[in-house]
C-alpha cells in the first residue's frame, strides 16, 4: 500500500512538472516567428531556388540531330545521311545571364530581409498589446476589489439603517459590472496568447516575460533609415530590371551554328577524269559553320523599349519607397514625442492624483462623509486616469517599435 501510494506521489509530481509553463521572452517569441512562419520559409526556398539557378550554366538549346534516307543523291534507295547541328548563342549572352541570375537572388535575399522586419514588427506588436492587456487585467482586479469593498461597506451601512437599500443595490451593480469587464479582459488576454502561438507555430502554452514600460528609446537620426531592408530592396529593383535588359539585348545577337555531316553517295563518280563507283561503305562527311541573324528586329526592339520602361518604373518606386519611409518616420516621431510627453505627466502627475483620489474616496465613504454616487464617481475618474495611461503607454511603446521597423534595427 505505501509503495502504492509512493507512485501515484511521484505521478502527480511528473505531471504537476510537464505542466509548468514555458516562460517566453520577446526575442525568443521573434526567434519562433523566423523558424516557423510559413511566409519566411517560403522567403528562404525562394533564395534557394535562385542559388540552384545561379549554380546551374546558362541554357544552350537542344543538339539536332537528324537521319535522312533514300533517294536524295541518286536513283539509288539506299543512301544515308547522319548530320549534328547545335546552335550556339553569343558570348555575351552567357555572361549577361550570370548577372541576371545574381540580380534575382540579390532580390530574393532583400525579399526575405524584407518579409523579415515586417513579421518582426508584428510580432513584437502582438507582444506590446498582450503588455497592455494583462496590464489591464490587473488594474480591473484592483478596481474590483474597490468595488467588491464599497460593495460589503454599502451593506453593513444598509443594515445598521445609515444608508438606502438604493444604495446598496447601485454599489453591487457597480461591482458585479466591474467584474464582468474584468471577465471580458481576461478573454482578450487568452485571444491575445492564441494569436502569438499561431504567429510562432507552436502548440503549447507559454507566459510572456517583460512588462509594457520596458522599452529603450532609440535615437532621431533619418540616416538610419538606409538600414531598412524596403530601401535596398528598390534599388536591387532597378539593378535587376537593368540586367534583364542587358540580357535581352545579348539574345538580340547572332547566334553561332555549328553541324557536321556524315553520308553515303552510292553510284559512280567522276574523279580525275576516271569513273568510279562508290557503294555503301564509302562515307563522305564536312562540316558547318553559320550565323543565325535575327532579321526580324521589330519585337526584340519592342522588348528593348518596354525594359527601358520597366527601368524608369523601378527607378520611380526607389524614389516613391524612399519619399514614403521619409513620411512614415517624420509620423512616427511626431507621435512618439506626443505620447512621450503624456506618459511623463501620467508618471509625474496624473497617477499619483488618481491614487490619491482613489484612497482618500474609499476612507471618505467608509467615515460616511460622501455618498456612494461620489465614491463611484471618483474611482470611474481614477480608473479612467489609469487605462489613459496604459493605452498612452502602449501608443508609445509601438512608436518605438515602428521606428525601429523602419530603421531596420531588427535585422541581424
Known amino acids: ?43 528562404r526556398l525562394k533564395i534557394r531556388q535562385q542559388e540552384a539557378l545561379l549554380r546551374g550554366n546558362a ?41 541576371f541570375a545574381k540580380a534575382s537572388l540579390q532580390e530574393a535575399s532583400l525579399q526575405e530581409a524584407v518579409s523579415l522586419n515586417d513579421y518582426t514588427l508584428e510580432a513584437r506588436l502582438l507582444i506590446a498589446n498582450t503588455y497592455y492587456m494583462q496590464a489591464r487585467v490587473q488594474l480591473l482586479k484592483q478596481q474590483d476589489s474597490l468595488y467588491a469593498h464599497s460593495y460589503s461597506l454599502a451593506t453593513l451601512r444598509y443594515k445598521a439603517g445609515d444608508e438606502s437599500y438604493l444604495t446598496q443595490l447601485a454599489a453591487g451593480n457597480q ?12 478573454q482578450a488576454v487568452e485571444a491575445a496568447y492564441a494569436q502569438l502561438r499561431l504567429l510562432c507555430g507552436i502548440d503549447y502554452e507559454f507566459s510572456l516575460q517583460g512588462t509594457l514600460s520596458e522599452v529603450t528609446l532609440l535615437p532621431a537620426d533619418t540616416s538610419l533609415l538606409q538600414n531598412n531592408p524596403l530601401r535596398a530592396l528598390s534599388t536591387a529593383g532597378i539593378n535587376l530590371a537593368q540586367a534583364a535588359r542587358k540580357l535581352e539585348s545579348a539574345k538580340a545577337m547572332p547566334d553561332l551554328r555549328l553541324g557536321y555531316f556524315n553520308q553515303t553517295l552510292i553510284g559512280t ?52 519607397t524612399k519619399l514614403s519611409l521619409s513620411q512614415a518616420y ?83
Open 59 to 99: 541554357p544552350v538549346p537542344k543538339t539536332d540531330v537528324s537521319l535522312m534516307l533514300g533517294q536524295y543523291n541518286s536513283i539509288q534507295k539506299k543512301d544515308n545521311n547522319l548530320s549534328i547541328s547545335q546552335s550556339i548563342p553569343f558570348p555575351g549572352t552567357f555572361i549577361q545571364q550570370k548577372h
Open 269 to 320: 563518280q567522276n574523279i580525275n577524269g576516271q569513273d568510279q563507283f562508290f557503294d555503301g561503305s564509302k562515307r563522305f562527311q564536312g562540316v558547318q559553320l553559320g550565323l543565325a541573324v535575327p532579321i526580324w528586329y521589330a519585337h526584340t526592339r519592342g522588348q528593348l523599349r518596354a525594359y527601358r520602361i520597366q527601368e524608369d518604373i523601378a527607378r520611380q518606386q526607389d524614389a516613391a
Open 175 to 186: 461591482q458585479q459590472l466591474m467584474h464582468n469587464h474584468l471577465i471580458i479582459a481576461e
Open 330 to 412: 517624420e509620423e512616427v516621431i511626431r507621435s512618439m514625442m506626443k505620447n512621450k510627453s503624456m506618459v511623463d505627466y501620467y508618471r509625474q502627475h496624473g497617477l499619483t492624483a488618481a491614487a490619491t483620489l482613489s484612497e482618500k474616496s474609499m476612507k471618505a465613504f467608509a467615515a460616511g462623509d460622501i455618498d456612494f454616487v461620489n465614491l463611484s464617481m471618483h474611482l470611474q475618474q481614477e480608473l479612467s486616469i489609469r487605462e489613459a495611461y496604459l493605452e498612452t503607454l502602449l501608443n508609445y511603446h509601438q512608436n518605438i517599435l515602428q521606428l525601429s521597423h523602419l530603421t531596420g534595427a531588427y535585422q541581424p
Open 1 to 43: 500500500m505505501i509503495r502504492f501510494k509512493l507512485c501515484i506521489l511521484l505521478m502527480l509530481s511528473a505531471l504537476s512538472l510537464s505542466a509548468q509553463v514555458r516562460v517566453l521572452g520577446p526575442s525568443e517569441i521573434v526567434t519562433l516567428v523566423k523558424a516557423n512562419h510559413p511566409a519566411l520559409l517560403a522567403a
